[in-house]
């Protein structure tokens, strides 16, 4: 009981992990109706910046973050306004292939710059396991949960009272009626692409802490995205109840394979299978919206 125990609140740590991630698939699919195929490589660049940052420019970790956050914005930006923008009005089709040749081109530079292999953050937090109902728990797990919960209640807020929150929530709803209105659709579009920029590198700054970083973190935007299907490609929600499912199924089922069936990797394709159940039972997730055409 124990070791599935201990399963679970790993899972419950990769999985507020991946509820961030897919808070940005949420997000930029909400605002533009694209599913963006580079949301790992977002996450792995925003790793790989905080790490330069911290060990090669041997800046303070809090600075580093904070900076890398900054960067997260601004790329962000640069994204949308540079590639994404002279595709307004092209097929959905087309803008999507963009961001799977997006997520080629920044796998590519990152090798470029730091190689393939693991690099290890310095130790920012005690090494020395938190035991929790007699289970150790090592300090970064539950800063990454508290972190994780702290963030989807910053957004939470954010969209609910906020005026950027609200109009973006207004276009993800009716872009004709949104704009009618007086909002910016094009600016939400910049905004959405910034937010989930920056969730995406709060994600690999996290996961670098835990596991380390390489370039095979940019796969982590395909093992999300079990987790966005079963929350539902629009809902928010979705997206933070999605990735801690997804994050405990993944262990716990990995554990299990490996006690009683003797197989090893099977938390690499839980998800995808979990995804398939999904989708011939509920496509539209848990949270999603089921929309009905009349013709």
Not at 64 to 71: C, D, E, H, R
Not at 207 to 227: C, D, E, R, W, Y
């Amino acid at each position: 009981m124990e070791y599935y125990l201990q399963l679970v609140i790993n899972g419950l740590v990769v999985g507020s992990i991946y509820s961030l991630v897919a808070l940005g698939f949420v997000i930029i699919y909400k605002a533009t109706k694209v599913v963006n195929f580079a949301q790992g490589e977002l996450v792995m660049v925003g790793a790989y910046i905080c790490f330069a940052l911290t060990v090669q420019f041997q800046l303070p970790f809090l600075a580093a973050f904070f900076l890398t956050l900054g960067f997260s914005v601004v790329f962000g930006l640069a994204i949308e306004r540079v590639i994404l923008r002279p595709m307004v009005g092209e097929p959905i089709i087309s803008v999507i292939m963009i961001t799977v040749g997006l997520s080629t081109v920044l796998k590519s530079l990152v090798q470029l710059f730091w190689g393939t292999q693991i690099r290890v953050y310095p130790s920012v937090l005690p090494q020395e396991p938190v035991f929790i109902a007699g289970l150790p728990v090592s300090p970064v797990y539950i800063a990454a949960f508290v972190l994780a919960l702290v963030l989807f209640g910053i957004f939470s807020l954010f969209f609910k009272y906020s005026r950027y929150g609200v109009a973006m929530r207004a276009t993800a709803y009716d872009q004709t009626a949104a704009a009618s209105m007086g909002i910016g659709i094009k600016n939400i579009f910049a905004l959405s692409w910034c937010i989930a920029a920056v969730v995406s590198s709060i994600g690999g700054v996290i996961l670098g802490n835990i596991n380390g970083i390489n370039s095979q973190l940019g796969h982590l935007g395909l093992k999300v995205f079990p987790a966005v299907i079963l929350g539902g490609l629009d809902s928010l929600l979705g997206a933070a109840v999605g990735g801690v499912v997804i994050g405990i199924l993944e262990n716990v089922l990995d554990g299990a394979a490996k006690e009683f069936l003797g197989l090893s990797g099977f938390k690499e394709v839980a998800a995808f299978i979990v995804l398939v159940i999904i989708l011939m039972i509920r496509p539209y997730g848990l949270f999603g919206t089921h929309e009905i055409e009349r013709v």
